[in-house]
């Protein structure tokens, strides 16, 4: 027996895309996703708006969700987690747990996109103050308060007249063990950085990197326009640890292209902390028994010629639960994924009728 379903797990922006992908080639699909609401971060994190296109992060989801809505090939399971997994690509038996019922569901194959969560700043050092001081902030942090246009000091509700922004906390970090490059928060901080300067155009902006990494059109869409239109400071350097004098923050390290040291007073610091896989990365990657990386992300098999299959057939993953991936990686690899998890359905279905 085959069944013609693909579950989907994550109803982020990788796992929306593989719903619309699969509805409109007429395959049913189930999504289970943990929280109570579709959307994945961008939705969970109240994303202000998006990098690069500076849409409303709200609308563009809600635009992209529109298709999955009331659509009878799309079965939604919110607030339920994959508690149980046995058969094979084509037949798989899954169950799903809600409001303390499980229910079994079959499907011919199964798409991970469970997505990534933020580097916890204060995990492994506390050199940059995070749970020390109130106005050290990280960037989804720092994203919230622009999305309801209050970006103050947390700590005592003032307009920030200075504020910094240090890039790659917990990536590019062999201490840590996160040697890889996150690649939105150039971006993303950047993006915020115009957002200060459009909110607060009193205020100055500084971002501390060590390079700075933008790839295609965010360079021209984000980068120079923060620089030549918003004057946003950029300032290659190591910050060695931040710290309080007075009402303000210090933050202290060495300017590496004038080679000399360096103390800037600000008023918010913002940690450009980077991405780690999801806890439920980790454990749909155990139960499902497919292969992780040493990061904990699923590794993908044939990369980069092949960019959705696991090591287990019939299981596809798709978007940030496979590495560091920005919205257009994982809307892609989610179509992708769609692609590859209908061909095998198709492929299992006709093999069964021909013995059957
Ligand atoms: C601060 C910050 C800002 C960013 N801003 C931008 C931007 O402006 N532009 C851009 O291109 N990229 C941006 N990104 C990257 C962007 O957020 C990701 O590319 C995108 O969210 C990845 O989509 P995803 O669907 O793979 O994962 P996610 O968005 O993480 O979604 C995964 C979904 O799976 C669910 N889930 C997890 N585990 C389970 C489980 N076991 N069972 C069921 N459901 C589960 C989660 O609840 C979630 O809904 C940003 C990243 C950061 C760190
Ligand atoms: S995108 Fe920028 S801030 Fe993020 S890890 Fe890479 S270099 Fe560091």
Known sequence: MSSG?????????????AARGLADLGVPVTIVES??????????????????????????????????????AVELRLGAAVSGFAGAAGDFELSVARNGSQES???????????????????????YG???????????????MLKEH?????????????????QCV?????????EFCSKVCCGVASKQAIEIRQQLPEAKVFIFYIDMRMYGYWENRIYWPAQEQYKVNYIRGIVAEVLKKGDRLVIRGEDTTLGR??????DVVVLSVGMEPSQGTREMARLLGLRQN????????????????????????????????????????GGAAALKAAALVRKKALAAGATG
């Open 5 to 17: 379903r693909v579950l989907i797990i994550g109803g982020g922006p990788a796992g929306i895309e």
């Open 35 to 72: 929280r109570d609401r579709l959307g994945g971060m961008p939705i969970a994190a109240h994303y202000a708006t998006l990098t690069p296109s500076l849409e409303d992060a709200e609308q563009a989801m809600a635009r992209m969700l529109a298709p999955l809505l009331g659509n009878p």
């Open 105 to 127: 569901v079959r499907a011919g194959a199964i798409i991970v996109a469970t997505g990534f969560q933020h580097f916890d700043p204060g995990r492994e050092t506390q050199m």
């Open 130 to 144: 995070y749970y020390e001081f109130d106005d050290v902030i990280t960037l989804p942090e720092s994203e919230k």
């Open 150 to 166: 209050s970006f103050v000091r947390p700590s005592d509700g003032r307009l920030p007249e200075r504020v910094a922004f240090i």
């Open 170 to 178: 917990g990536s590019r970090d062999r201490q840590i063990g996160n």
């Open 261 to 266: 040291p360096m103390e800037i007073a600000v």
């Open 294 to 333: 040493k990061y904990g992300y699923i590794e993908t098999e044939g990369v980069p010629l092949a960019t959705v299959l696991t090591s287990v057939e019939g299981v596809f993953a798709a978007g940030a639960c496979t590495g560091p991936a920005d919205l257009e990686d994982s809307v892609s690899m």
